[in-house]
């Protein structure tokens, strides 16, 4: 079972307006995936997403290596006030991830992995595995989706996500399929992206595409 909800805090609607627009330019495919949770969740995702989102720009927004772990370091503060009881700092990220933090339980070393998993793409290449599987966890948390057949697959789509083409992404997307029956039809918006990772699809297809997929229970 999750950990009881820390507190009242309710994220101001604007800061949650910021994620869906900051998530639906930046990251469409996920962001039409998110689509299909029920709310609370899908604001969940989208908070997530859009968490996930600044810490891939580490690596954008400077190439000193001091001045991007300050930016991490940033984000390791804001997450234990994220899981803290007080009040976050006024950053739309920030508070819209607090909300869904309180909400469903989750806690700051869940919150910190993914940040240390992209702290390694500073000096070196990203650990897909590592990183894919810690932003799995979470948003498998925010999705109530908690048996290992979801886990395998989801960590194996999120692994995907973070590779270029080949033999090896190939394999995790084959993998997360041969699962389709077994996992928890509630983790299915975090499943659809795999989809996007086979042959190109224009904008209007896509979102078809996702919607019969999530009708059919495929991905």
Same mark, same amino acid.
């Given at each position: 079972?999750?950990?009881?909800?820390?507190?009242?805090?309710?994220?101001? $609607?604007?800061?949650?307006?910021?994620?869906?627009?900051?998530?639906?330019?930046? $990251?469409?495919?996920?962001?039409?995936?998110?689509?299909?949770?029920?709310?609370?969740?899908?604001?969940?995702?989208?908070?997530?997403?859009?968490?996930?989102?600044?810490?891939?720009?580490?690596?954008?927004?400077?190439?000193?290596?001091?001045?991007? @772990?300050?930016?991490?370091?940033?984000? @390791?503060?804001?997450?234990?006030?994220?899981?803290?009881?007080?009040?976050?700092?006024?950053?739309?990220?920030?508070?819209?991830?607090?909300?869904?933090?309180?909400?469903?339980?989750?806690?700051?070393?869940?919150?910190?992995?993914?940040?240390?998993?992209?702290?390694?793409?500073? $000096?070196?290449?990203? $650990?897909?595995?590592?990183?894919?599987?810690?932003?799995?966890?979470?948003?498998?948390?925010?999705?109530?989706?908690?048996?290992?057949?979801?886990?395998?697959?989801?960590?194996?789509?999120?692994?995907?996500?973070?590779?270029?083409?080949?033999?090896?992404?190939?394999?995790?997307?084959?993998?997360?399929?041969?699962?389709?029956?077994?996992?928890?039809?509630?983790?299915?918006?975090?499943?659809?992206?795999?989809?996007?990772?086979?042959?190109?699809?224009?904008?209007?297809?896509?979102?078809?595409?996702?919607?019969?997929?999530?009708?059919?229970?495929?991905?």
């Amino acid at each position: 079972m999750s950990p009881a909800y820390i507190g009242p805090y309710r994220a101001p $609607d604007a800061s949650h307006r910021y994620v869906l627009d900051l998530v639906r330019g930046a $990251d469409r495919d996920r962001f039409l995936a998110a689509l299909f949770a029920p709310e609370p969740a899908r604001t969940g995702l989208l908070a997530l997403l859009a968490f996930d989102h600044e810490l891939a720009r580490t690596r954008t927004v400077t190439r000193e290596p001091m001045l991007a @772990r300050i930016r991490l370091e940033w984000w @390791r503060e804001a997450v234990a006030e994220a899981a803290g009881s007080g009040t976050p700092r006024a950053q739309p990220i920030v508070e819209s991830l607090s909300e869904i933090v309180r909400r469903h339980g989750i806690t700051v070393e869940k919150l910190r992995a993914l940040i240390d998993a992209r702290e390694e793409e500073i $000096d070196g290449p990203l $650990d897909v595995m590592r990183a894919g599987h810690a932003l799995a966890d979470l948003e498998l948390q925010v999705l109530g989706a908690a048996d290992p057949h979801s886990q395998q697959a989801a960590h194996a789509v999120a692994a995907a996500w973070l590779m270029g083409e080949g033999p090896e992404r190939d394999s995790l997307l084959g993998d997360a399929r041969a699962l389709r029956h077994r996992i928890d039809p509630a983790a299915l918006p975090i499943l659809l992206p795999a989809l996007s990772l086979g042959r190109p699809m224009g904008p209007l297809r896509l979102p078809l595409a996702y919607w019969w997929a999530a009708k059919r229970g495929t991905y």
